[in-house]
């Protein structure tokens, strides 16, 4: 069974930095477009960021200048930079594929707060 395991999430003070993993078993990321979802307290899932399979990338707008979203086919990780860290960037970020046609079970993600 695939299972998606998300790392890297802390506590950070507002303006800091964080570097997200995700990785995966049974699963190999190189052909699939990948993205990282987050979900704040007491809302949806929302698409923070994509990488399609020829490495373009795609941003949110208030992400956008800020996060930086990567992937290492040869380690088989996806990786998300999270720098000048805002409050509103609280909540917990999963890693997905980004069409929802091969779209996995989502993992217990990782939880990123800031504070003010």
């Known amino acids: 069974q695939v299972q998606l395991v998300e790392s890297g999430g802390g506590l950070v003070q507002a303006g800091g930095s964080l570097r997200l993993s995700c990785a995966a078993t049974?699963?190999?990321?190189?052909?699939?477009?990948m993205g990282w979802y987050r979900q704040a307290p007491g809302k949806q899932r929302d698409l923070v960021a994509y990488?399609?399979?020829?490495?373009?990338?795609n941003y949110k707008e208030s992400v956008k200048g800020r996060f930086t979203i990567s992937r290492d086919n040869a380690k088989n990780t996806l990786n998300l930079l999270l720098n000048n860290l805002k409050p509103e960037d609280t909540g917990a970020y999963f890693c997905?594929?980004?069409?929802?046609?091969?779209?996995?079970?989502w993992g217990q993600g990782t939880q990123v707060t800031v504070s003010s």
């Open positions: 997905n594929t980004f069409g929802v046609w091969d779209r996995l079970p």
């Open positions: 049974e699963f190999t990321f190189s052909t699939k477009g």
């Open positions: 990488i399609n399979k020829d490495g373009t990338t």
